[in-house]
Nanobody, 118 residues
């Protein structure tokens, strides 16, 4: 069982920036594919950005050019740098560790709230 702990959320004005962090426990971090998801009230959870164990990243169209996902395999941490934030980015952001390469189930963090408002 792995644990994922997100941090870095908060209240920010439109146009501002936040950096989310997710620390993942365990020794197999470098093998995981990782992702950031978000869920706004009344909406389904959606994939925001993902990064493979080889370092390839992918983004939802709504955040391309504004968000950047990265990982540090020494610190067991995945980051989401969010720039030019918009009110529609307001959501609970979750970190996900896809451990399918090891035949293990996905693991989720508890979420960190991001609110973009003036």
């Amino acid at each position: 069982q792995v644990q994922l702990v997100e941090s870095g959320g908060g209240l920010v004005q439109p146009g501002g920036s936040l950096r989310l962090s997710c620390v993942v426990s365990g020794s197999r971090f470098s093998l995981y594919n990782l992702g950031w998801y978000r869920q706004a009230p009344g909406k389904q959870r959606e994939l925001v950005a993902s990064i493979t164990n080889g370092g390839r990243s992918n983004y939802a169209d709504s955040v391309k050019g504004r968000f950047t996902i990265s990982r540090d395999n020494v610190k067991n941490t995945v980051y989401l740098q969010m720039n030019s934030l918009k009110p529609e980015d307001t959501a609970l952001y979750y970190c996900n560790a896809n451990r399918a390469v090891l035949g293990l189930p996905n693991s989720w963090g508890q979420g960190t709230q991001v609110t973009v408002s003036s």
